[in-house]
């Protein structure tokens, strides 16, 4: 089961922190090795909606090597709840990819469609989204719904966080980077990292989940992609074996690799004024890395 006390707030000093500035990283990748990080929060009042609407089970959606659908089938299999998962591309196997292997051994169902249908799938009226309601309760994509956002609003308060100046966060859907901002306060800025190309509609995907009444200021940040969603090259991988090396925390090729990246970056840009306090959500995502040859990685 998911537990708490399993997540840490560490200090982060790599080499390249300037003197006078503070960095600390919430440790959301200890929550659990399966529903790691962001996910869980994301899942938890979606499971707790269903579970109260008298579900049985849970329907979501995900590509292959996808955190949201390794976490579904395994918080599902913890609750007691039955799961079918609807896999973008046809052209997966199962047995050839760890995240859906696994996702199976959890008792996830899994259902394949091309990329065309799963696009056509979820878009609000599709008929073929309207069977899957009679059938179980869906939850979108990377969960990016009101309840999900709200369950990431827990994310800062599992430690006494007022002091930071700035909150990091790597974005996906922009669900959690939602739940940060209506969460965080008045002096605090969010940073929404993005990490697919041309991800400008984030900007109104997270201003949909925020609450009329958050306090902090944010930004979208679209310049960190790094090539785009799931590309990778060896300056990302470089960095990411660095800053293992330097402070022992792991990240994934996905999301915190470049989320740390782009901090960096921001410093070198001399986007932090002196004797910021930073705080790095690391979200997780670690078991995305054996998407990976083996080796390449440090860690
Ligand atoms: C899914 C995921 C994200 C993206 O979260 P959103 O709420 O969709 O923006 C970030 N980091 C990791 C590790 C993830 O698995």
């Known amino acids: 089961m998911a537990d708490y006390n399993n997540i840490s707030l560490d200090p982060v000093r790599p080499s390249w922190l300037p003197e006078g500035m503070t960095a600390s990283m919430v440790r959301l990748d200890k929550l659990d090795p399966v529903i790691s990080g962001n996910k869980w929060f994301k899942l938890k009042y979606n499971l707790e909606a269903a579970r109260q609407e008298g579900y049985q089970t849970i329907i979501t959606f995900g ?14 299999r913890e609750n007691g709840l039955s799961c079918i998962g609807i896999i973008r591309g ?18 996830m169902q899994l259902r ?29 994509e990377g969960g990016h719904n009101a309840a999900g956002a709200r369950g990431c609003e827990e994310i800062l308060s599992l430690f006494p966080l007022e002091d930071y100046s700035h ?10 980077a939602a739940g940060l901002i209506n969460a965080a306060g008045v002096h605090q800025e969010v940073l929404a990292i993005a990490v697919l190309k041309g991800a400008g509609f984030l ?6 989940l925020l609450s009329p009444q958050h306090l902090s200021s944010w930004k979208l940040l679209t310049a960190f992609h790094q ?34 990246m782009a901090f960096r970056q921001l410093l070198e840009q001399q986007y932090f004024p002196a004797h910021s306090k930073i705080l790095l959500i690391h979200t997780g995502g670690l078991q995305g890395n054996q998407s990976q040859q ?6």
């Open 167 to 176: 909150i990091l966060c790597a974005a996906g859907t922009g669900t959690t």
């Open 294 to 299: 083996q080796g390449i990685l440090a860690f």
């Open 227 to 260: 090539g785009g969603y799931g590309k990778i090259n060896q300056e990302l991988i470089a960095f990411m074996n660095e800053f293992y090396l330097e402070t022992g925390i792991p990240t994934d090729i996905i999301y915190t690799g470049k989320m740390v």
């Open 63 to 76: 590509g292959a090597w996808s955190n949201h659908i390794a976490a579904t089938a395994q918080a599902c």
């Open 90 to 107: 046809d052209e997966m196997q199962s047995d050839t990819n760890p995240t859906l292997r696994h996702a199976a051994a959890n008792g």
């Open 203 to 208: 900007e109104q995907a997270i201003a949909d």
């Open 112 to 140: 394949f469609v091309s990329r065309a249908q799963y696009s056509a799938m979820q878009l609000p009226g599709n008929p073929d989204l309207e069977k899957l309601r009679q059938e179980g309760f869906v939850i979108p």
